[in-house]
């Protein structure tokens, strides 16, 4: 059984060091809390600090087809509520049925912009809102701990042409 983390093995050959640092804290989390630690679990892990981009369930799964061998999404299901409760991913809810999931390492603070049609995720930063929401924190008594601003619209491909995503992934499936 392994005990570290696994980065050879995999089709992809050798991630970066950081992805190797996110794996090494995530399996010493599964340790401490008496998870056992499978080469699934880590494959699983190891895609996902590797994405280091916004994912959904469904894209994960799309993302892990390549493997030889299957993964169930009841795996993929039970390594993100692992990673979760690690604080090594962030569950994102951008106001649709389904979640979105992000991983924390080699990331500043962001805020989001999401499409409402393709479900496109912009980040942005802007010194002055997060000064703003500080300083309204402040007003009212607050010490701010953490917080998450979602910005909901149209993204420049569904303002410029009436379409975006959505409408040609609908297409694909006719
Ligand atoms: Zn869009
Ligand atoms: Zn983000």
Not at 91 to 111: A, M
Not at 142 to 151: A, V
Request: with cysteine; glycine share 6%; aromatic share 6%.
């Amino acid at each position: 059984m392994p005990t570290g983390p696994v980065g050879t093995g995999t089709e992809e050959g050798s991630a970066d060091a950081s992805v190797h640092q996110e794996l090494s804290r995530f399996s010493n989390f599964l340790k401490q809390q008496g998870f056992k630690i499978t080469s699934q679990r880590l494959l699983v892990a190891e895609k996902i600090f590797d994405l280091k981009d916004h994912f959904t369930v469904d894209s994960l799964s799309e993302a892990l087809k390549d493997r030889r061998s299957e993964i169930s999404r009841a795996t993929i299901y039970r390594i993100i509520s692992l990673m979760v409760e690690a604080g090594q991913l962030i569950e994102h809810n951008f106001g649709q049925s389904v979640k979105y999931y992000e991983p924390v390492h080699g990331k500043e603070h962001h805020d989001h912009m999401v499409c409402t049609d393709c479900g496109l995720i912009q980040e942005f930063h802007h010194q002055d809102i997060e000064r703003l929401q500080e300083a309204m924190a402040e007003k009212l008594g607050f010490e701010l701990i953490d917080h998450s601003l979602n910005l909901y619209g149209k993204c420049t491909v569904l303002k410029a042409t009436g379409k975006c995503r959505k409408a040609e992934a609908e297409k694909r499936l006719e």
